[in-house]
Structure formats: C-alpha cells, structure tokens
C-alpha cells in the first residue's frame, strides 16, 4: 500500500506528482488555490485505490491505479469479508483509506474498515451506536470530516447524510429544507472549489 505524505511546499505540478488537494485555500506552484494556508497531499506511488465485488460474484482483492493508467494488485495478509458495492474515502484527519458497508449478496453491511497509509492490512472499527445501515452506500471527504449519504434502511424515504466521528453522527437538513428523495446509485463528489458536496441522478427505490 502507498504510504501517504503532507507537504505545504516545494511540491510540483499535477502532471510532475502524484498528490491529491483536499482544501480549497491550498496553494502549489501551478498557481491553483488562493494561498492562504492548505495542506498537499503527494501519494508516493499509486493515487487510486478500488476495492470492489464484480457481477454475480463478491470478491475482496484491492487494486491501484496510478497516474500512468497502470494498475497493480496489492497484496493483503488479510481482508475485510468479500463484497460488492462499498462506499471508500480517503481521510485526511487520520491518513487512511475507509471503507463501509456494501452487500455480500443477499444483505446490507454496515461495517467499517480502516486501511492505513503506511500499511496493507485493514483493521475493523468499532464505532458507537446507532450504526446506520444503507444500500448501496457513497462517502465523500469534504475537508472536515468523512461523510456517509444514502438512505438509511430503518427510514427509507429519503437521503440522509453522517459524519464520521467516534460514532455516525447524523446532520438532518435545516426544518426548511428538503432533502433528495430515496435513491440508489447517484453519483457523489466534493467540489473543492465551493466547498461542497455534489450529488447527481442515481435509481429511484420504492418505499
């Protein structure tokens, strides 16, 4: 597994390192960011990771792409239980790569597990409760926290959203506000730009 590294300076240009840039006020060489503080982060090898079950069939081999299209397979002493449709982030706060919940088939998971930068073998957390359990899971770092969306199955109606802390903490939208309804596979992304979580499309489910 590719061990992570910070760096505020001396770091070059997306095309001349592989790194990932997580705050909107981060500032590098190519003139992106409006310099007033930030954090760099240079992946030392690979800079995409995809752990997934392919179609009919759970699996549980991890892969990395990095930034010359080639992939590698990464060698693990051991594993979190096979699966398809997991939710993975990167978070800053702690260097490691998480993963939560997916299906093995025949059930939802909600169960999750840490990766460390420096290291090839996951370890389970154990979070306090409540532990939502959601289909078909998305998680996004948005510079603060790592954030689980989707819908939570004990009140399918619509999306919700937790951050992670010692526990999943829930964020309700404001009284006013209406959250998207219940869906399965949208796509999900940070905009680092505004600050914000963009969420797109996705399979309507019933109730």
Request: hydrophobic share 35%; glycine share 10%; charged share 20%.
């Amino acid at each position: 597994m590719p061990s992570f590294q910070r760096d505020s300076q001396g770091f070059a240009c997306p095309e001349e390192a592989r790194f990932h840039r997580f705050f909107a006020d981060a500032e590098d060489s190519c003139g992106l960011g409006d310099g007033e503080s930030g954090i760099i982060i240079e992946l030392y090898g690979p800079a995409h990771v995809r752990l997934e079950g392919a179609d009919g069939t759970a699996q549980s081999d991890l892969w990395v792409l990095d930034q010359t299209g080639a992939w590698s397979k990464i060698a693990q002493p051991s594993t979190p239980p096979a699966r398809g449709g997991a939710a993975l982030a990167y978070d800053l706060r702690v260097d490691s790569l998480l993963m939560y919940g997916g299906t093995t088939g025949t059930q939802p998971l909600s169960d999750l597990w840490e990766l460390p930068g420096d290291s090839n073998t996951w370890n389970l957390r154990t979070l306090g409760m409540p532990v939502p359990v959601v289909l078909k899971p998305r998680m996004v770092y948005d510079g603060r926290y790592v954030l689980l969306i989707g819908s939570d199955e004990a009140s399918p109606v619509d999306i919700r959203v937790w951050r992670l802390e010692s526990m999943w903490t829930a964020m309700p939208p404001p009284a006013s506000n209406t959250p998207p309804s219940r869906r399965t596979d949208f796509a999900l992304s940070y905009d680092l730009k505004n600050d914000a979580v963009i969420l797109f499309g996705g399979n309507a489910t019933g109730t």
